[in-house]
């Protein structure tokens, strides 16, 4: 199965602190994806991408950035973090090479408590 | 207001009964469906996917789809207590482009 590894799986900062979430996959899958999930929302897209040096805007990008840095590795970056922003993120990753072949596989997760 | 909506909330099933769970979709650009299943404090998991109109069976899981209305259904049959879970229905148009997610139905199992 695949694997999907979060770092850290947990985090506390303040109001206005820099985090960054992290996340590596070792299945040579295409696309990753961060999602986080919110009591009363679900799932949400924040920002995904096809590649290293690839990113793409997903449904709630406001306030975060990510970068790709290789096709393993996509880091979720939070530079003035708010009370907003606390919640459970999951990264995932698929390979996309057609709807029967895009299963997610998520990793653990990582919950971000800002204070 | 949600794209993908799922009902009901919540269900509570006896073991080896029947749970039926509903997903509609109200983008009218959606082509493909999956079920995901997540389990108390764990990651989600593809349960099962569904792409042409019709039924499609896997074990005690089955699923519905009816292009028409957008609208999905999972059945399972002879509950047992594992199944206990958070049940997400997930929705796109473009599978490479990420999923939309409903809230889930969170299915309890009792013996």
């Known amino acids: 199965e695949a694997a999907v590894t979060q770092s850290p799986r947990n985090k506390v900062t303040v109001t206005g602190g820099n985090v960054t979430l992290s996340c590596r996959q070792t299945?040579?899958?295409?696309?990753m994806y961060w999602y986080r999930q919110d009591t009363g929302h679900g799932l949400r897209l924040i920002h995904y991408?096809?590649?290293?040096?690839?990113?793409q805007i997903g449904d709630v990008p406001d306030g975060y950035k990510a970068t790709r840095t290789t096709q393993e590795d996509f880091f979720l970056l939070l530079e003035l973090a708010s009370p907003s922003q606390t919640s459970l993120y999951f990264c995932a990753s698929s390979d996309a090479r057609g709807a029967g072949q895009n299963t997610l596989y998520f990793g653990a997760g990582t919950r971000l408590s800002v204070l | 207001q949600q794209k993908v909506q799922q009902s009901p909330e919540s269900l509570i099933v006896p073991e080896g009964g029947m749970a039926s769970l509903n997903c509609t979709s109200s983008?009218?650009?959606?082509?493909y469906f999956w079920w995901y299943r997540q389990h108390s404090g764990k990651s989600p998991k593809m349960l099962m996917?569904?792409?042409?109109?019709g039924e499609k069976e896997e074990g005690r899981f089955t699923v519905h789809l009816n292009k028409a209305s957008l609208h999905t259904s999972l059945h399972i049959r002879d509950s047992q207590p594992s199944d206990s879970a958070l049940y997400l229905c997930?929705?796109?148009?473009?599978?490479?482009?990420?999923?939309?997610f409903g809230l889930g139905t969170r299915v309890s199992v009792f013996p």
């Open positions: 983008d009218r650009n959606v082509d």
């Open positions: 299945n040579s899958h295409n696309y």
């Open positions: 997930a929705a796109s148009n473009n599978y490479a482009q990420g999923l939309t």
């Open positions: 996917s569904i792409f042409s109109n």
């Open positions: 991408s096809y590649g290293a040096g690839n990113l």
